[in-house]
T-cell receptor, first 116, second 110 residues
């Protein structure tokens, strides 16, 4: 389809495992965002890319979290040594180049991570 | 203090009612403002942008008060399908650093 695609949709990990979450943004969208949404809360900003450049990673909660977008399209959010507090829905969003953007973020359906 | 705060809710209203949600933001340099809607276990979707002069889209009216750093959303003639969580979103400038509020849940009852 033409929307933002995320995989896996659901991931169950044992505490201490590493996980990788993938985001395929809308073709041609320059900006890509990762958000973390805990149950009953609003999305919390994690990191932002413009093309392949990670311009803001101030929201990453610890050095266990790492994101990349090496070719300016697909992005991967990696969480090392998962903890129970990492359980959340991880949302990826993309938007067109800032100069043409209406400010609308197009979200994927999210990856629901449960850490046991 | 969170950057964006909203009415805690939930709001339970009958069909046909008018309901208003409030949102405040802390960063006076904020430039762009939006309301997003999120259905249960779904992704957020843009409902409407909020302009300085206020704007209306059908049954939905958004207002912005920059001096008070306050945003509102009014829904008239509520429908069952309006039941969702409404997220207030603020950006320093379009295209970067979108900050979401915690959301206000609305249930429209038959």
């Amino acid at each position: 389809g033409a929307g933002v695609s995320q995989s896996p949709r659901y991931k169950v990990a044992k505490r201490g495992q590493d996980v990788a979450l993938r985001c395929d943004p809308i073709s041609g969208h320059v900006s890509l965002f990762w958000y973390q949404q805990a149950l009953g809360q609003g999305p919390e900003f994690l990191t932002y890319f413009q093309n392949e450049a990670q311009l803001d990673k101030s929201g990453l909660p610890s050095d266990r979290f790492f994101a990349e977008r090496p070719e300016g399209s697909v992005s991967t959010l990696k969480i090392q040594r998962t903890q129970q507090e990492d359980s959340a829905v991880y949302l990826c969003a993309s938007s067109p180049d800032r100069g043409r953007s209406t400010g609308e973020l197009f979200f994927g359906e999210g990856s629901r991570l449960t850490v046991l | 203090r969170k950057e964006v705060e909203q009415d805690p809710g939930p709001f339970n209203v009958p069909e046909g009612a008018t309901v208003a949600f409030n949102c405040t933001y802390s960063n006076s340099a904020s430039q762009s403002f939006f309301w997003y809607r999120q259905d249960c276990r779904k992704e957020p979707k843009l409902l409407m942008s909020v302009y300085s002069s206020g704007n209306e889209d059908g049954r939905f009216t958004a207002q912005l008060n920059r001096a008070s750093q306050y945003i509102s959303l009014l829904i008239r003639d509520s429908k069952l399908s309006d039941s969702a969580t409404y997220l207030c979103v603020v950006s320093l400038w379009t295209g970067q650093n979108f900050v979401f509020g915690p959301g206000t849940r609305l249930s429209v009852l038959p």
